[in-house]
């Protein structure tokens, strides 16, 4: 099985190497083409637009794999992400995407959007173009409409399409993070959404478990957290945070206590001096996942420090491996451990996309 995956990133990457198939990935970002080099990861070309200018550039593929930029689709603000959306369905109904050459991305500069916009429709030029058996999309929530109307599109191609948002946590990611998917496939077999391993995180009663499922993953659990069940504060050459002279024994004081929260970085009002649940900040404990890992990386608050989560910790909080060799600087290393899937999420999504797949084939030999 090969798999081209655009906006490639790493974390697909590594649940397809889990699965045991080959990823070509499509990736501009530099920092994150030096992650893909220092992981062992083929990257085919850089700009997803350059393909679809070239398709001699697309190596062949049984699986498509995309997860287009989300910023510009974000609900706040004054309803610019709304108009972007708008404005990408109505390019899906008119078909522009079914043109070849530059004329997508001409026909998207047109209708206003900007180019980071209009990369949302190029999954479905490729799927157009290529036919591959199976697909797999990827977005943020609100970018579910769109998916639902490159449905539409690809059962009038022969396709078996669903669509859904599915919880990170309910498959083993220590971590809570809603995602739109689209799962495609033209093999004969029925596309499905993977069905949930592990418990849905009840923000509003956390000791609530689904049955017949393991419970959610925390992230002490994840992390290996001990000292108590907590972690430790920042340790310096001088034992303090602020490399002070305090001795290492003293750190009981820091560790004895119950009231380790991680915090969200997000404010909706700034106030100074508010608590951080007045300033719109989510609360979680140790013993429960984390908040949604973002480039903006969440902090701990404790009784006398503030402790930030080193790139190794954030990724193990997307499921990746603790030693994965994330390069360029350290907000750049952030930036694509919140960019990712988390790998888990995406293996299971994968698994889900091509369960059946060797017996339908053989089944159509026979």
């Not at 369905?89 to 180019?115: N, P, Y």
């Not at 340790?235 to 602020?242: F, P, Q, S």
């Not at 429960?288 to 910790?313: F, G, H, M």
């Given at each position: 099985?090969?798999?081209?995956?655009?906006?490639?990133?790493?974390?697909?990457?590594?649940?397809?190497?889990?699965?045991?198939?080959?990823?070509?990935?499509?990736?501009?970002?530099?920092?994150?083409?030096?992650?893909?080099?220092?992981?062992?990861?083929?990257?085919?070309?850089?700009?997803?637009?350059?393909?679809?200018?070239?398709?001699?550039?697309?190596?062949?593929?049984?699986?498509?794999?995309?997860?287009?930029?989300?910023?510009?689709?974000?609900?706040?603000?004054?309803?610019?992400?709304?108009?972007?959306?708008?404005?990408?369905?109505?390019?899906?109904?008119?078909?522009?995407?079914?043109?070849?050459?530059?004329?997508?991305?001409?026909?998207?500069?047109?209708?206003?959007?900007?180019?980071?916009?209009?990369?949302?429709?190029?999954?479905?030029?490729?799927?157009?173009?290529?036919?591959?058996?199976?697909?797999?999309?990827?977005?943020?929530?609100?970018?579910?409409?769109?998916?639902?109307?490159?449905?539409?599109?690809?059962?009038?191609?022969?396709?078996?399409?669903?669509?859904?948002?599915?919880?990170?946590?309910?498959?083993?990611?220590?971590?809570?993070?809603?995602?739109?998917?689209?799962?495609?496939?033209?093999?004969?077999?029925?596309?499905?959404?993977?069905?949930?391993?592990?418990?849905?995180?009840?923000?509003?009663?956390?000791?609530?478990?689904?049955?017949?499922?393991?419970?959610?993953?925390?992230?002490?659990?994840?992390?290996?957290?001990?000292?108590t069940g907590r972690p430790s504060p920042t340790i310096t050459g001088g034992g303090t945070e602020t490399g002070g002279a305090e001795p290492i024994a003293k750190l009981s004081r820091y560790t004895d206590r119950d009231d380790w929260v991680m915090r969200s970085n997000y404010s909706t009002n700034g106030r100074a001096g508010a608590t951080a649940e007045e300033r719109g900040r989510t609360i979680r404990h140790l013993e429960q996942p984390a908040v949604t890992i973002t480039s903006k990386v969440p902090q701990w608050d404790t009784p006398t420090s503030r402790v930030r989560l080193t790139p190794s910790e954030a990724a193990v909080l997307q499921s990746y491996p603790a030693d994965f060799p994330f390069q360029g600087k350290q907000g750049q290393q952030y930036?694509?451990?919140?960019?990712?899937?988390?790998?888990?999420?995406?293996?299971?999504?994968?698994?889900?996309?091509?369960?059946?797949?060797?017996?339908?084939?053989?089944?159509?030999?026979?």
């Amino acid at each position: 099985m090969i798999a081209l995956d655009l906006f490639a990133g790493t974390g697909w990457g590594v649940a397809c190497e889990r699965l045991g198939i080959e990823e070509h990935g499509v990736e501009i970002m530099p920092e994150a083409l030096a992650t893909r080099t220092a992981a062992g990861m083929r990257t085919t070309y850089t700009d997803v637009w350059a393909g679809l200018a070239d398709t001699t550039l697309i190596p062949d593929h049984q699986l498509l794999i995309a997860s287009p930029p989300c910023q510009t689709f974000s609900m706040a603000g004054k309803g610019s992400g709304r108009a972007a959306l708008d404005d990408v369905l109505r390019l899906i109904d008119t078909r522009a995407w079914t043109q070849k050459g530059t004329a997508l991305r001409d026909a998207a500069s047109a209708a206003g959007l900007d180019d980071r916009t209009a990369l949302v429709l190029s999954p479905l030029a490729y799927v157009a173009h290529c036919g591959p058996m199976h697909v797999v999309l990827e977005q943020v929530p609100t970018v579910l409409p769109v998916w639902e109307a490159v449905a539409v599109q690809m059962r009038a191609l022969g396709y078996s399409v669903v669509t859904g948002v599915l919880n990170s946590e309910q498959y083993g990611v220590p971590q809570t993070r809603r995602r739109a998917f689209l799962i495609a496939r033209r093999d004969g077999v029925e596309a499905r959404l993977p069905e949930p391993t592990h418990s849905r995180f009840h923000v509003k009663d956390p000791a609530r478990q689904d049955p017949g499922v393991l419970p959610w993953v925390s992230m002490a659990a994840a992390l290996g957290w001990g000292m108590t069940g907590r972690p430790s504060p920042t340790i310096t050459g001088g034992g303090t945070e602020t490399g002070g002279a305090e001795p290492i024994a003293k750190l009981s004081r820091y560790t004895d206590r119950d009231d380790w929260v991680m915090r969200s970085n997000y404010s909706t009002n700034g106030r100074a001096g508010a608590t951080a649940e007045e300033r719109g900040r989510t609360i979680r404990h140790l013993e429960q996942p984390a908040v949604t890992i973002t480039s903006k990386v969440p902090q701990w608050d404790t009784p006398t420090s503030r402790v930030r989560l080193t790139p190794s910790e954030a990724a193990v909080l997307q499921s990746y491996p603790a030693d994965f060799p994330f390069q360029g600087k350290q907000g750049q290393q952030y930036l694509q451990i919140g960019n990712a899937v988390p790998p888990l999420l995406g293996q299971a999504v994968i698994t889900a996309a091509l369960a059946g797949a060797v017996q339908a084939t053989e089944e159509v030999a026979a």
